[in-house]
């Protein structure tokens, strides 16, 4: 029998055959494609291992874990594990299963079991539900995965590395198998999603070099970015720059000078939106022996504070944060869980360079400053459901990763992380989804480029599906990411230093690739 014909595995079985227990071989499988032809597969040998999942496109179960599952296929259908969708009711014809694998950006075969056969065959009861067979077509994993992938993917890890499968079945929950309910409105994905890409100005006469953006969204929904930019990194004339989007509207207004200071010019800034409604920038001011070349000055800066209540049209008076010499902000502010703002910093303390959070004090005026990541550069941090706090660091030739069990107080000692990272600013934010998401140079090498967004659905325990942003010469670097009120992504990056570049992008595009055939 050709490889062509057989591509997936379930078996003839008599209806009433008794249900597979761990370690039972399947056997040749009879099912019925979309288009209502009759295929047959036994060649297991022919892949590392095959998923079968139970599966309804009327399922309100199946729908909550499809991006679990998915993205368990797309992990690992390039070491040969083929992930395959059975649909036992007979209701769902061809047309409405094509219908929702093409709008959830389905890549694994699915097929019909109008007369629950393969269903009986199984032994299964519910959907989602997944058998996970060997090269010999025998089951060495069976259960339910839902909205994250415990269970079967620790199983699928052992059957790479062919050790025993010490994974213990999780227990089903799902739809009844028989019970589906009625046919579902799935939005298109492929029809929705939205993804804009633009620079927020084509140039600033005498300005040549634009670095370091933030940004923020107003009160008012718009959405502000600031930058530095001047001759040269450090130069005398560097300054900040403020530019807005209105809220509504697709062009940035003309980008406005609001800090400068030729003795004392400023460098790396952040700017937020405070419990209360206050926009704030804060930024290192270049202190010591003044900046005469490229990149220096960094080690002598000290934390700078302005806001505006008023979206940031009009600004307080500069104001020195006490106790903060050789402080500098990166990444953008977050909220706790226990209502707390925090705003990750890095620099010296106590003779140690650190990461550490700044947490703003009920007063919204004051700043306490806690906790120490000894070695943290440049932390961008996010709270996870458990309510640990996740701490990624700028490093080389990894992302560095720290966490604090107890709300910023203690930190666990920076270690590297699978992520690559050439020795530059990275950017992370928790989406309202629970997704999370790190903008990031995907490269051990020195270079910046490429640049990329990936992503993580548990958290920032593991790393799934990573986009491309630029990957052409030049350097695409610095990061600001956030989220807007209306759901979407905003993300400000250096581009190749002559500019500041806007991406925007909804969740439809962060699970799209393309539309199946």
Known sequence: MSRAVLIFACGFLMFNAAALNIGDAVGPVSFETLDGYARTMDNYADRRGTVVVFLSARCDATLAAYDVFNGLHEKYRQDEILFVGVVSNPAENGEELRTFAQNKGCRFPIYRDPSRRVAKQFGATVTPEFFLLDEAGK??????????????????VS????????????????TPIDKPGAKK??????????????????????????????ITEAPNGDILCLWYAGTYESADDQALYLARLPKGQRIWT???????????????????????????????RMEGSRPTRRGSGWSSCRLMVRTSKDDGKTWTKDEEMPDSFAWLPRNAAF??????????????????????????????????R???????????????????????????????????????????TPR??????????????????????LAYNNTPEWDRTPFNIIQSTDD????????????????????????????????TYTYRRFGIKHVTFDENWLVTKERPN
Not at 159 to 174: D, F, M, V, W
Not at 417 to 434: H, R, V
Request: proline content about 8%; charged content about 20%; hydrophobic content about 35%.
């Open 139 to 156: 089951l060495v994993y069976h259960g339910a995965v839902g909205t994250n992938a415990e269970g079967l993917q620790p199983a699928i």
């Open 159 to 174: 059957l790479l590395a062919k050790e025993k499968i010490k994974t213990a079945s999780s227990p089903l929950q799902g």
């Open 185 to 214: 409105d799935i939005p298109d994905p492929f029809g929705t999603m939205q993804f804009s890409s633009e620079l927020i100005f084509t140039k600033i006469p005498g300005v040549a070099v634009h670095h370091c953006s933030t």
């Open 254 to 284: 003309t980008p406005e000078r609001i800090v400068w200071n030729p003795e004392e010019p400023p460098g790396n800034a952040v700017i937020f939106t405070a419990p209360d409604k206050r926009v704030w920038i804060m930024w290192g």
């Open 335 to 368: 909220t706790m869980k226990d209502g707390r703002f925090a705003l990750p910093i890095s620099g010296h303390v106590d003779s140690v360079y650190a990461g550490f959070l700044l947490v703003l004090e009920p007063d919204n005026t004051n700043w306490k």
């Open 370 to 412: 806690i906790g120490l990541m000894p070695g943290g550069e440049q932390p961008t941090v996010i709270q996870r459901d458990n309510g640990e706090l996740l701490s990624l660091m700028r490093g080389h030739p990894k992302v560095k990763e720290s966490i604090s069990s107890d709300g910023g107080v203690t930190w666990t």
């Open 416 to 437: 590297d992380t699978e992520l690559n990272c050439p020795d530059s600013g990275i950017a992370a934010t928790k989406l309202k989804s629970g997704r999370v998401l």
């Open 460 to 491: 920032g325990k593991t790393w799934g599906d990573t986009k491309v942003i630029e990957q052409d010469w030049g350097e695409f670097s610095y990061p600001c990411i956030i989220q807007s009120s209306d759901g979407m992504v905003h993300l």
